[in-house]
């Protein structure tokens, strides 16, 4: 049963902008988080909203990215701009759901040179 949903990735060129979109299938899931992995595997947080509703990036990011997020819809956003070819990765929404992690299954962003 897929409970995060995203969508929103792809294929752009370096300079360029991409954004990312994160349903929760059902009001018990709560997104929360953007992550991200590369090529070497490893997860990496990029952006989250701390608990006074802050977002909070990874400084890699900083100035380029920004988090939101609609509870209404009960979906968070990432709005990536001057995307690079060190942002490529596979970009995964994360939340909580029973006060237990969930995980979105990923979508592909990759920035050409």
């Known amino acids: 049963q897929v409970q995060l949903v995203e969508s929103g990735g792809g294929l752009v060129q370096d300079g360029g902008s991409l954004r990312l979109s994160c349903l929760g299938s059902?009001?018990?899931?709560?997104?929360m988080a953007w992550y991200r992995q590369g090529a070497g595997g490893r997860h990496e947080l990029v952006a989250t909203?701390?608990?006074?509703?802050?977002?909070r990036y990874v400084e890699s990011v900083k100035g380029r990215f920004t988090i939101s997020r609609d509870n209404a819809k009960n979906m968070i956003y990432l709005q990536m701009n001057n995307l690079k070819p060190e942002d490529t990765a596979v970009y995964l929404c994360?939340?909580?759901?029973?006060?237990?992690?969930?995980w979105g299954q990923g979508t592909q962003v990759t920035v050409s040179p």
């Open positions: 059902d009001f018990n899931v709560r997104p």
């Open positions: 994360y939340g909580i759901k029973d006060l237990s992690p969930v």
């Open positions: 909203f701390i608990s006074d509703g802050t977002p």
